[in-house]
């Protein structure tokens, strides 16, 4: 990962650190902190559920192919999210936060890490500048995705899925449709592994995110990607009707 500064320069993490010049030491060491991670070599790729259901495979694909500097100010928003999920939980059982799960297909696996799974609810925490009158698609599908990866066992001990969304003045919790999306998963996962294997991008999906996505002047052809970009796509979402 590399930092952007506010001259236009970009450092390393621990360069970014070094320097200071932005913030003192102790705030770029919590924005920066674990974050310069080397991913490891697996036999077959593993994705991040909120990267499969986050609206656009395109955005998941420069994401994994393509070195693009964040701003401190950016990574505070990464760090205020975990903030909040740590004060939520900190009340709840070890067991109960934090759950890992991993659903293997074919060609890859879809991991992620359940926020709660509490009291027989399902939880899923999400910080927002401003609270929705309905819940993100993408975070409707995060949760019923973490509800389809659970063993059979765990499955039946959920009574609830809710996404909460907190704001900095403001809490709402929705309660979420329980559905099987493993097959979405699985479809998506397909076509992101075919899609780094032959360096041909996915299909632009077009929303209001474009103008704030940190590959949007790559995606857009305004600056020089290092894949091959445009190969149609398409993926049905899964059934309204379709419960486990």
Not at 101 to 118: E, K, Q, R, W
Not at 191 to 217: H, W
């Amino acid at each position: 990962m590399r930092i952007l500064c506010p001259d236009g320069s970009e450092k390393e993490v621990d360069e970014c650190i070094e320097c200071s010049k932005c913030y003192p030491k102790i705030i770029t060491k919590m924005l920066l902190g674990g974050r310069n991670k080397k991913r490891k070599k697996r036999d077959k790729p593993r994705y991040g559920v909120t990267r499969l259901v986050g609206g656009c495979l395109r955005r998941t694909y420069y994401d994994l192919t393509e070195d693009v500097a964040r701003t401190l100010d950016k990574m505070w928003i990464f760090t205020r999210g975990t903030a909040i999920h740590e004060m939520v939980q900190k009340d709840m059982p070890p067991e109960d936060i934090e759950l890992f799960l991993d659903a293997p297909f074919a060609t890859c696996s879809a991991i992620g890490f359940v926020d709660a799974l509490h009291d027989g609810v399902l939880y899923e925490f999400k910080t927002t500048a401003n609270i929705p009158e309905t819940p993100q698609e993408a975070h409707i599908l995060q949760a019923q995705a973490y509800y389809s990866m659970l063993t059979d066992a765990q499955r039946a001990k959920v009574k609830k899925i809710q996404v909460i969304y907190f704001s900095m003045h403001k809490i709402r919790a929705f309660d979420i449709v329980p559905r099987n999306v493993l097959p979405y998963l699985e479809a998506r996962g397909t076509i992101l592994t075919n899609a780094i294997k032959t360096g041909v991008a996915p299909k632009r999906e077009e929303s209001y995110l474009c103008r704030l996505c940190d590959f949007k002047d790559i995606c857009y052809g305004h600056k020089s990607a290092t894949h091959v970009p445009d190969q149609p796509v398409k993926v049905e979402k899964p059934a309204q009707s379709t419960l486990l």
